[in-house]
């Protein structure tokens, strides 16, 4: 497929506008879901564009981006109607994943003169550094919201996950910045690090999906896709906001991390274009929303003069797979559900397809970058 800018903005169109109008969630689900289709990542509050937690979160992220590349931030009635809207029904528990929303929030401060919203965002990166429990070497511990109650959590006791970095640490970083507080962007710049010292696998050059300090494990062991797409497209949004300020051996290191990683992902790229969702397992389902965000990370990387041009080919493969996933009503297709953690390949290969949020966020991110 021969992808020019006017397919992509087609495209573009088609998927924020779907984006914008997925609805609600059914919770009555919630009440007839079993103990596998919970598992296989058929949960309520993950669907649509409306409930406060990361689906939608990472969604809203998408739009933020979009607005700022057409330069007039036409979204913002939108997100402004979206956050008014939760608080009103009144925000679920705080963990790593319902602190994805504040991503886009603290993003659009300055133009939403609501001090409210300031407010909300100093005291969730203030909750970030003494009230999320830690694991030992004081790790984010991936706290999760509670199935069938938004006021509970899961704690998920001293594990590490890789959704962390781009939910929670990509916040708190850009708050360290905006407010100047090198201690936030300090304890980002950490837990960068020790996501990559317990999730980086050094022969396959891919990361792990989580690590059990309890077990003292990886889980299953399992490459899976998306989950390494949050750091592809992550550093490389994390690097982006220090504009060359970050001290060069720590920048030095998270480069060549995602130099690695990058390049063990070209080799492991489908004929269709799409990366499988189980990396290492080609028979696997091609997932479109890691695929996106990779592509992401590649195009950026190319932009920022990290990669060279032997990337662009796979770049180019992943694009056009995205955009042969758009429905002709904009719904991005082949986007794994929410995926838990998992102990082995058949939890991610038995993920359900679903319209999601970030499906359409991610999409809207790697065709934005796309465009020449």
């Given at each position: 497929m021969q992808v020019t800018n006017?397919?992509?903005?087609?495209?573009?169109?088609?998927?924020?506008?779907?984006l914008m109008n997925l609805g609600g969630a059914d919770y009555s689900k919630?009440?007839?879901?079993?103990?596998?289709s919970t598992k296989a990542g058929d949960i309520a509050r993950d669907f649509g564009i409306q409930e406060w937690d990361w689906p939608q979160g990472v969604g809203?992220?998408?739009l933020q981006k979009l607005g700022a590349y057409?330069?007039?931030?036409?979204y913002d009635q939108f997100l402004d109607e979206w956050y008014q809207s939760n608080i009103k029904i009144g925000l679920p528990s705080k963990n790593v994943n319902t602190t994805a929303p504040f991503l886009t929030l603290c993003n659009i401060l300055d133009r939403m003169d609501n001090p409210e919203y300031e407010q909300m965002c100093l005291d969730r990166a203030e909750w970030l550094m003494s009230g999320l429990p830690k694991t030992r070497e004081n790790g984010f511990q991936h706290v999760t919201s509670a199935i069938g109650d938004r006021n509970g959590v899961i704690l998920n006791e001293g594990q590490l996950w890789a959704d962390t970095l781009f939910m929670t640490v990509l916040f708190l970083n850009k708050m360290g910045h905006k407010y100047?507080?090198?201690?936030?962007i300090d304890e980002a710049v950490h837990q960068f690090l020790v996501h990559i010292k317990y999730l980086y696998d050094k022969q396959s050059r891919l990361f792990y999906h989580g690590w059990s300090f309890e077990r003292n494990d990886n889980f299953g062991g399992i490459f899976w896709c998306r989950g390494n797409s949050w750091f592809t497209f992550g550093v490389i949004d994390f690097l982006e906001s220090f504009d060359g300020?970050?001290?060069r051996g720590t920048e030095k290191f998270l480069v060549d991390t995602f130099k690695a990683q990058v390049t063990a992902l070209?080799?492991?790229?489908?004929q269709n274009g799409l990366w499988p969702t189980v990396l290492t397992d080609p028979e696997s389902y091609g997932e479109v929303s890691?695929?996106?965000?990779i592509a992401t990370g590649i195009l950026k990387g190319i932009k920022m003069g990290i990669l060279d041009e032997s990337f662009q080919e796979c770049a180019d493969r992943a694009i056009a797979a995205v955009c042969e996933n758009v429905a002709e009503d904009g719904t991005v297709l082949n986007v794994s559900a929410g995926t838990g953690m998992g102990m082995d390949a058949d939890h991610y290969r038995n993920i359900i397809l679903a319209p999601m949020a970030y499906g359409q966020s991610l999409s809207l991110v790697a065709l934005c970058t796309a465009l020449k």
């Open positions: 006017e397919m992509l903005m087609q495209k573009i169109d088609l998927v924020v506008n779907k919630d009440k007839l879901a079993s103990t596998e809203l992220y998408g057409l330069g007039d931030n036409r100047h507080r090198q201690d936030w300020d970050l001290d070209k080799e492991l790229q489908l890691g695929t996106a965000a």
